[in-house]
């Protein structure tokens, strides 16, 4: 599980490397990009870290053009959050070389190996948003 793991992120964190950036902002730009306009208490909630956790890497993200934040539409204190057009590439690129790999892997191991291996993913899973919100 290491090595996959290990090999699975390590594409992409050459990738935010290039950016200065790392696996936090990665999460974050791949929540952000799969819920547009998600409110930053419900990103929270995903991730689950600490308000001050995400403040520092959702900074970094507005102020270097990834992420827009804007008021809600009732309740002005919300801060809504999407992908610019420059997290959009991104977050793009990121998916992209994660996906070939699980589509070389998929491909190496057969098709009736993807639905038992997406239900032990499932069971290694401890809350209920991570199997809802991926």
């Known amino acids: 599980m290491f ?3 290990r090999d699975f992120t ?3 964190d050459a990738i935010l490397a290039d950016q200065d950036m790392g696996r936090a902002h990665h999460r974050v730009i791949y929540f952000v990009g799969r819920n547009p306009d998600i409110m930053v208490s419900d990103l929270l909630q995903i991730l689950n870290i600490t ?8 900074s970094r993200l507005v102020d270097d053009g990834y992420i827009q934040s804007t008021p809600g539409p009732v309740d002005k204190r919300q801060r809504l959050l999407s992908l610019t057009d ?4 991104l977050e793009r690129e990121l998916t992209r070389v994660q996906m070939a790999r699980f589509s070389r892997a998929y491909k190496q191991a057969g098709v009736d190996s993807v639905d038992g291996f997406l239900r032990v993913l499932s069971h290694m899973t401890d809350d209920s948003a991570s199997k809802t919100e991926s």
Do not use: D, I
Request: net charge positive.
């Open 3 to 5: 090595f996959a793991y």
């Open 10 to 12: 390590g594409e992409a």
């Open 51 to 58: 308000k001050q956790s995400l403040s520092r890497v959702l």
């Open 86 to 89: 420059k997290g959009e590439a």
